[in-house]
């Protein structure tokens, strides 16, 4: 097996494992939907005067480090195959990276109807991006 295969099927498995998402639990905040695989917590935005990380601080199993856009968000528990550790930030349906600079300027918290963090099995439907978690941000529509 060259090294080129076993890369490959070390992929394959791990993928297989961020599926079946090993070793997730559940935990809530206001609502929540855990699964036998996955965990999805969401949070309402009812206080846009607070912070984007005021928010994130809030769900547990989410790390934030520093504060504005300089902070390092990660979500505990989650170790990815990418090497960034970083969760995947989604604002309505559109993949917007790992940069929470990018998203923190770009989010304005008026508009938000509320945040949802997913790991495990619920974040696997975004593939091996998914690796590090996701940070759904919706609008009000």
Do not use: Q, W
Not at 23 to 35: C, D, L, P
Request: net charge positive; glycine share 14%; aromatic share 8%.
């Amino acid at each position: 097996m060259t090294c080129k295969e076993a890369y490959r099927y070390f992929l394959s498995i791990a993928c297989t494992l961020l599926i079946l998402g090993c070793g997730t639990s559940g935990n809530g905040v206001s609502s929540s939907s855990a699964g036998s695989t996955g965990t999805s917590n969401k949070i309402i935005v009812d206080n846009p005067t607070l912070d984007l990380t005021d928010y994130l601080r809030r769900v547990p199993g989410v790390s934030v480090a520093g504060s504005g856009p300089n902070a390092f968000i990660t979500i505990r528990g989650i170790n990815t195959l990418l090497g960034n550790p970083s969760p995947l930030f989604v604002v309505n349906g559109v993949r917007v990276g790992r940069n929470f600079s990018n998203v923190y300027n770009l989010v304005n918290l008026h508009d938000v109807s509320n945040i949802e963090v997913l790991k495990g099995a619920d974040a696997a439907f975004y593939g091996v991006e998914g690796g590090g978690g996701i940070i759904v941000i919706n609008s009000k529509m």
